[in-house]
């Protein structure tokens, strides 16, 4: 008899019916409530049916297996946000235009979707899931919102901060509009491998380069802002942004605080009202038999 299990960032993992397999059309339970599994059989086939359909795993692989965890997360987190949106009366309209303002613009369901990708700084601090979640649906960027809407980094931590990296700054003036085989996705260049940035600089806009197994071409730049927490703040520092570098720090710093808190509320709010399915467990649980990541 398999026991219930607390998965990393997930939720609580039910019985299987009969003893095996998962229950079907049952994407998990919030709050003891079942959640249809349609939405995600949905995307799955969109990305079946998708340009980069040849990229993914095979049909029925340990792989695909986990992609299909993998998207399952981010519907139930974006669902689980929902929730926690409309109990707290939230205006999911107007995380509509994302942080930085800009408009939205609409997903393959006519549903609002994020006007910009994170940064890779960002991305990396929520997880895949989290920052899945946040570009595409309003919900969960109200939520992130309106839970560390009091979240500051203090003045010892900035200084601590200072004092470990001797910066006077953080970020740059300008985030990089990158193009990739896999896509377009903007980004600090001080986030990008040393190697990759230097060779960027010196080509021509537009001109592909390759720096090991990156592929890229630099094909514009745009105003450094603050990613998925510093509003519509600018992170740059200097005669650029108009800010003095101990803000541009500050505000750097709480962007980053603010992603930390999120998660952390996140992954508490998963534990308590998400309730996981056999087959749809987090793709990170290393109870479930597809997971062969190992340090």
Same mark, same amino acid.
Do not use: K
């Given at each position: ?17 009969? +003893? ?12 003891? *409530?079942?959640? /249809? *599994?349609? =939405? ?43 929730? @926690?949106? !409309?109990? *707290? ?35 990396? =601090? ?19 919102? $309106? ?38 996705? @903007? ?5 990008? /491998? ?6 960027? *600089?010196?080509? /021509? ?21 603050? !990613?998925?927490? +510093?509003?519509? $703040? ?12 101990? =803000? ?23 534990? @308590? ?8 467990? %987090?793709? +990170? ?6 997971? %062969?990541?190992? %340090?």
């Amino acid at each position: 008899m398999s026991t219930p299990v607390v998965a990393e960032a997930g939720g609580r993992v039910a019985e299987p019916v009969g +003893g095996m397999g998962e229950p079907v059309g049952l994407l998990g339970l919030l709050d003891g *409530r079942p959640l /249809p *599994r349609a =939405e995600l059989d949905r995307r799955l086939a969109a990305l079946r049916d998708g340009p980069r359909a040849s990229a993914l795993p095979a049909p029925g692989s340990a792989e695909d297996r986990q992609l299909t965890r993998w998207v399952a997360q981010v519907v139930l987190t974006e669902q689980l946000c929902q929730a @926690e949106a !409309a109990e *707290r009366g939230l205006d999911c309209a107007a995380a509509e235009r994302g942080l930085d303002g800009a408009a939205a613009t609409r997903g393959l369901d006519g549903a609002a979707v994020a006007p910009v990708r994170l940064d890779q700084r960002a991305a990396v =601090e929520l997880g895949s899931i989290a920052a899945a979640a946040y570009e595409g649906s309003a919900a969960v960027r109200a939520v992130f919102a $309106a839970v560390t809407a009091t979240v500051e980094a203090t003045p010892s931590e900035i200084a601590a901060y200072r004092a470990a990296t001797g910066a006077t700054a953080v970020g740059s003036a300008s985030r990089w509009q990158l193009t990739t085989p896999d896509g377009d996705f @903007e980004a600090d260049p001080a986030t990008l /491998p040393a190697d990759l940035a230097a060779a960027l *600089r010196s080509a /021509p806009v537009g001109e592909t380069v390759t720096v090991g197994a990156w592929t890229v071409a630099l094909t514009g730049q745009v105003p450094s802002r603050a !990613a998925a927490g +510093g509003g519509d $703040a600018d992170a740059s520092a200097g005669t650029d942004a108009g800010v003095d570098a101990e =803000e541009a720090v500050a505000e750097q710093l709480r962007a980053c605080a603010r992603r930390i808190a999120f998660v952390r509320w996140l992954d508490r709010a998963r534990a @308590e009202r998400l309730t996981l399915v056999p087959g749809l467990e %987090h793709p +990170g649980d290393p109870a479930q038999p597809d997971n %062969h990541h190992r %340090h």
